[in-house]
């Protein structure tokens, strides 16, 4: 506890917490109290309060705050379908959430995995179970501040990376949802973001109204966050292929054979000229590689 208390000091420490405006979604009068005054008492003073979802939605197109706490069981609307709401205007651009990449953090009495897992598929940031004490409420705030994951926006998730930590793939793919991100980023390519930019500004320009210089910016965001995204993973690939090559080297020695050098030279040529927007080519050439060796060393093994 001492650990995760000083962590925590450490994070609220890189917050200006007087400037930092927080918008606390919560219907339960005492609990919204509560977590005010924990705000408060750590420094925060800019804060705001909506007691469903259709007064936090105002608030967040009028206020664009830094941080929503938001509590699960609201009447009406969610907080699970307020956040997917949020999250889905990455892709949809809509003005009621000037902010999809907003971070969250889920206050909710739910504490079953298939709960925190549902928040974390809607793009939750933190997940705080109630009831809480000041410094888990206070660690996850300010880890959703400070500790900021990549945003993803892909057609099967949209939200804060849900991997606390990425790497090099163990595997061919790290997890599940890297495929189906790949998979996105090839029927998404970068030539369908700047056509959906395009119709966009000759609509609005066509209907007479001013261009709506929000819905641009959501269109731009997603034309860079494709290109980063498939940038990414090129170069995980590459990666993954040149590690492939040296551990066939430090394996084999005098040994290698140079055809396999040579697969591994050309795979490396090609990954860096296939265009980003055909993944599973690049897929499919590391995928080669890891046969090629895992054969060659079952056939070391039996030799």
Excluded: C
Aim: no cysteine; glycine share 4%.
């Amino acid at each position: 506890m001492t650990t995760q208390h000083s962590q925590t000091q450490r994070l609220l420490r890189r917050i200006n917490s007087a400037t930092t405006s927080v918008l606390i979604v919560e219907d339960n009068d005492a609990s919204r109290r509560l977590v005010m005054e924990l705000l408060r008492a750590a420094g925060f003073n800019n804060l705001s309060f909506a007691r469903n979802a259709e007064e936090a939605i105002d608030h967040l197109q009028a206020q664009n705050p830094d941080l929503m706490l938001l509590d699960w069981g609201l009447p009406g609307m969610s907080g699970i379908e307020l956040v997917t709401a949020l999250r889905q205007a990455a892709l949809l651009p809509d003005p009621r959430f000037p902010n999809p990449q907003l971070p969250v953090v889920m206050l909710t009495a739910r504490q079953r995995a298939h709960d925190v897992t549902l928040a974390r598929n809607a793009g939750v940031n933190e997940f705080v179970i109630k009831p809480f004490s000041t410094s888990s409420l206070l660690r996850a705030l300010s880890s959703a501040l400070v500790k900021k994951r990549r945003f993803v926006v892909s057609e099967n998730f949209v939200g804060p990376d849900r991997r606390r930590r990425a790497g090099l793939f163990p595997g061919l793919l790290r997890r599940a949802e890297d495929a189906q991100e790949l998979s996105a980023l090839g029927q998404r390519s970068l030539g369908q973001e700047i056509n959906a930019l395009r119709g966009l500004i000759r609509a609005e320009g066509q209907s007479g109204t001013q261009i709506d210089r929000d819905h641009v910016n959501q269109v731009v965001m997603r034309l860079m966050h494709t290109q980063t995204v498939a940038h990414d993973f090129r170069m995980k690939l590459i990666e993954q292929a040149t590690q492939s090559l040296n551990d066939y080297v430090r394996l084999f020695g005098e040994k290698a054979e140079a055809d396999v050098l040579d697969v591994h030279l050309d795979a490396l040529t090609r990954l860096n000229e296939i265009p980003y927007a055909d993944p599973d080519e690049a897929l499919d050439i590391i995928k080669h590689l890891t046969a090629l060796v895992d054969k060659r060393k079952a056939n070391r093994k039996v030799a």
